[in-house]
């Protein structure tokens, strides 16, 4: 195993364990979201979001450039392929329809299934 899987419902309860691991959250990849992994002193390696539907000035999806200007992988699942909130759904089904250039970077791109590219790459 290259990484280990934390699924975390909301993003507010990540810590120091997800220092270089991948994170599927439930929660929506606003601004709020990003700032509790802006906070740690340590990094993921990557953080999937659910995109909320992205919103009015693309608010569910704003961690991507946030995430993104620190050097950090993020991208986000259709709130139609899984439920906000349920971190294991977002594994489970969820679709990727965003992904800043970090993630890109690491094969992330949008249309694939957030567990195929866990399990084939980061685990």
């Known amino acids: 195993m290259k990484h280990k899987l934390v699924l975390l ?17 439930g929660s929506h990849g606003g601004a709020s979201a990003a700032g509790f992994v802006l906070a ?3 990094k ?12 009015k000035a693309n608010a569910g999806i704003l961690a991507l450039e946030m995430l993104g200007a620190i050097g950090l992988a993020c ?3 259709s709130h139609q392929s899984a439920c906000i909130g349920n971190a294991a759904d ?8 965003h992904a ?3 993630a890109q970077t690491l094969g992330i791109q949008a249309g694939a299934r ?3 590219w866990v399990e084939n790459w980061a685990l």
């Open 9 to 25: 419902d909301s993003i507010a309860l990540i810590d120091a364990s997800a220092d270089g691991q991948v994170v599927v959250s």
């Open 40 to 42: 740690l002193q340590a």
């Open 44 to 55: 993921p390696l990557v953080v999937f979001y659910n995109d909320a539907g992205v919103g």
């Open 75 to 77: 991208a986000t699942y």
């Open 90 to 97: 977002g594994l489970e089904n969820g679709v990727i329809t």
């Open 100 to 102: 800043n250039q970090a």
């Open 114 to 116: 957030v567990k195929t």
